[in-house]
């Protein structure tokens, strides 16, 4: 079975600019979270979207933004980018979302996000 | 609200040492436990979970106990080997999507 996949890998932005990432999730995974890992901050929740609905989403600025496919694989867009938007940006899916206990979250490689 | 505090690291070992990475958590409720690895350019692994008090994850020879008492979730594995140099994260689920700790990276040298 095929992991998650994200892309780009990698990617260089301007301030200013707008970003899409794209992630696909496992087959049969209906739950795809983002979370963005940086070296002060750590790794932090983003948002997660389960059937096509953001089920929750962490304490980022509205600039922040995603959405969820019908086939499940979801987008997030990052606009007016800022220095400090780069990090590594990763994607996890799983069968039944965050709310269930012990479910497994299956992470992707992350895109890899410079902003200049 | 939910908080996971893991050991500051760098930490070298030398193959075939023991190692504990030390994790407490803070949570209302009863969270489910996990370490996740993440090796150099790559996205994060689950390495082991336990959900209730008193359960012991266990995979590739490393095990952690979930324990409510001292709210601890500390990874341990007998005899390390430099393929598992790589950032360790402890993290929790209770009632909101996941909280991770910094980070701990380990160095294994041969």
């Known amino acids: 079975k095929a992991g998650v996949t994200q892309t780009p890998r990698y990617l260089i932005k301007t301030r200013g600019q707008q970003v899409t990432l794209s992630c696909s999730p496992i087959?049969?995974?209906?739950?795809v979270s983002w979370y963005q890992q940086t070296p002060g901050q750590g790794l932090q929740f983003l948002f997660e979207?389960?059937?096509?609905?953001?089920?929750n989403k962490g304490n980022f600025p509205g600039r922040f933004s995603g959405r969820q496919f019908s086939n499940s694989r979801s987008e997030m867009n990052v606009s007016t980018l800022e220095l400090g938007d780069s990090a590594l940006y990763l994607c996890?899916?799983?069968?039944?979302?965050?709310?269930?206990?012990?479910?497994?979250?299956?992470f992707g490689p992350g895109t890899r996000l410079t902003v200049l | 609200g939910d908080s996971v505090t893991q050991m500051e690291g760098p930490v070298t070992l030398s193959e075939e040492a023991f190692l504990t990475i030390n994790c407490t958590y803070t949570?209302?409720?009863?969270?489910?436990l996990f370490w996740y690895v993440q090796y150099p350019g790559e996205g994060l692994q689950l390495l082991l979970k336990?959900?209730?008090?008193?359960d012991k994850g266990s995979n590739k020879g490393f095990e952690a106990t979930y324990r409510k008492e001292t709210t601890s979730f500390h990874l341990e594995k007998g005899s390390v080997q430099v393929s598992d140099s790589a950032v360790y994260f402890c993290?929790?689920?209770?009632?909101?999507?996941?909280?991770f700790g910094k980070g701990t990276r380990l160095s294994v040298i041969a």
């Open positions: 996890a899916s799983s069968l039944s979302g965050q709310r269930v206990g012990g479910n497994e979250q299956f």
């Open positions: 087959s049969g995974h209906r739950s």
């Open positions: 979207y389960f059937s096509e609905t953001q089920r």
């Open positions: 949570a209302t409720g009863y969270p489910s």
């Open positions: 336990a959900t209730k008090a008193d």
């Open positions: 993290a929790l689920r209770g009632n909101t999507p996941l909280v």
